[in-house]
T-cell receptor, first 110, second 112 residues
Framework: SQTIHQWPATLVQPVGSPLSLECTVE??????LYWYRQAAGRGLQLLFY??????ISSEVPQNLSASRPQDRQFILSSKKLLLSDSGFYLC?????????FGSGTRLTVV | QQQVKQSPQSLIVQKGGISIINCAYE??????FPWYQQFPGKGPALLIA?????SEKKEGRFTISFNKSAKQFSLHIMDSQPGDSATYFC???????????FGRGTQLTVWP
């Protein structure tokens, strides 16, 4: 069966520090991969999606970047965090349409 | 531009009552309409989904009603329970692009 792993679960980082969130998928090949951000009490904002290794599409201009170094690995990064980067970050994968979400990372920038 | 519009933003229902959440879309190219349930601190999980060639789908206490001509669909939760308290997202999918568009979510609270 397919599973998605996302870590860490929570993270507190100072302003100006770098960020690396990792997501891996098991049990499937060549999935579409997505990074979403959810502000407190708000909806889901698509940040990046990838249809293959090295292929990244960005939905909104921001302080973040994404990379897909392997088929089932998706990484969200920042060189210097801003206070506004705080939020709940969700990784998801899809194959043939249905989306499966990871358990999320709660990022607090202080 | 919001591709999928969802209402209400919040909903309070008494235990045993019916919870109804509505969504509307504009693009007729959407071909799959899932609903997701999200508990605090967790990722959204697929609850139930429907394709546009079906007018209704029922799974236990959860029912999707789909009106293709009106481009609207809704989630009905019968006999609502406190354990149903969560945020619910409707969504619409372009299968060929693999892109899923979400509504803004409805925070449901079921009082015991």
């Amino acid at each position: 069966s397919q599973t998605i792993h996302q870590w860490p679960a929570t993270l507190v980082q100072p302003v100006g520090s770098p960020l690396s969130l990792e997501c891996t998928v098991e049990g499937t090949s060549n999935p579409n991969l997505y990074w979403y951000r959810q502000a407190a009490g708000r909806g889901l904002q698509l940040l990046f999606y990838s249809v293959g290794i090295g292929q990244i599409s960005s939905e909104v201009p921001q302080n973040l970047s994404a990379s897909r170094p392997q088929d089932r690995q998706f990484i969200l990064s920042s060189k210097k965090l801003l206070l506004s980067d705080s939020g709940f970050y969700l990784c998801a994968w899809s194959l043939l349409g249905g989306y499966t979400f990871g358990s999320g990372t709660r990022l607090t920038v202080v | 531009q919001q591709q999928v519009k969802q209402s209400p933003q919040s909903l309070i229902v008494q235990k045993g009552g019916i919870s109804i959440i509505n969504c509307a879309y504009e693009n007729t190219a959407f071909d799959y309409f899932p609903w997701y349930q999200q508990f605090p601190g967790k990722g959204p999980a697929l609850l139930i989904a429907i394709r546009p060639d079906v007018s209704e789908k029922k799974e236990g206490r959860f029912t999707i009603s789909f009106n293709k001509s009106a481009k609207q669909f809704s989630l009905h939760i019968m006999d609502s329970q406190p354990g149903d308290s969560a945020t619910y997202f409707c969504a619409a999918l372009f299968s060929t692009l693999g892109r899923l568009y979400f509504g803004r979510g409805t925070q449901l609270t079921v009082w015991p």
